[in-house]
C-alpha cells in the first residue's frame, strides 16, 4: 500500500489510493491532456488485472478527438469498464459515458447532449476540407451515442443540435445511462481501513 509520501502532489496520494482499487476519476474538460492520462491509466489497470475498472465521471465538455480517444480506449480493453456520472456529463463526455460496460448515475447528476464547438483556422483552400472533417467527425459522435444508448442517429443529431439537457432519469430513459443509484446506495467505493 501506498502512502502520502509516495506522491509527489497532495492530490496523487487519494488518486493512488483509488487507482489501487481500479478507479479512476474523471473531472473537468476533456481536453487532450487529461484524455492522454485516463488513456495511459486505463491501459495499465488493463494490463495489470482482470477485475473491472471503474471511471467517476463529472466532465462539462471538451474536444471530440480527447473524447474519442478515451472511448477507443474503452472499446479495445480486455476488462470491462463501468462508470458513475456525478454532477454533471455535458457533450463529449456522454460519449465516454455510453460507451462503458455498464453506467450508472447519481440522482442528481445532469446531462447534456451537445454538438462540440469547432473552431475551424487555415487558409482559404483548405477550409472545404476542414469542413467536411468537421462534419464527418460530427456523424461518428452522433453514430456511436446513438448505438450505445440505441436511438436513431437522426434523433442524437436533433438533440445534441438543440444541446438537450436531462435529468438522471431522463438519461435512464434516453439509454444513455443503465440505472440511477438512490439514496442508501453510495456510488463511490469506500477505501480500506488502514493499519
Partial sequence: ???????????????????????????????????????????????????????????????????FAVADVIDALGVPVHVTCLGRVEGVAALVAA????????????????????????????????VAYHSRSYARYHERLAAASGRPVEVIAQACAAGRYMSAADAVAFGLIDEVVRSGRAPVRPLPRSG
Fill in 99 to 130: 460507451v462503458c460496460g455498464h453506467r450508472r448515475t447519481a440522482e442528481h447528476t445532469t446531462f447534456r447532449l451537445q454538438d462540440p464547438d469547432a473552431a475551424i483556422e487555415g487558409r482559404s483552400d483548405q477550409l472545404e476540407s476542414l
Fill in 1 to 67: 500500500m501506498r502512502g502520502p509520501d509516495d506522491w509527489t502532489e497532495p492530490g496523487d496520494w487519494l488518486e493512488g489510493h483509488l487507482f489501487d482499487r481500479r478507479t479512476l476519476v474523471l473531472r473537468g474538460p476533456l481536453d487532450d491532456a487529461r484524455a492522454t492520462r485516463v488513456a495511459a491509466q486505463l491501459m495499465t489497470l488493463d494490463a495489470t488485472g482482470d477485475d473491472a475498472v471503474h471511471i467517476q465521471l463529472d466532465c462539462a465538455g471538451g474536444s471530440l478527438e480527447a473524447a
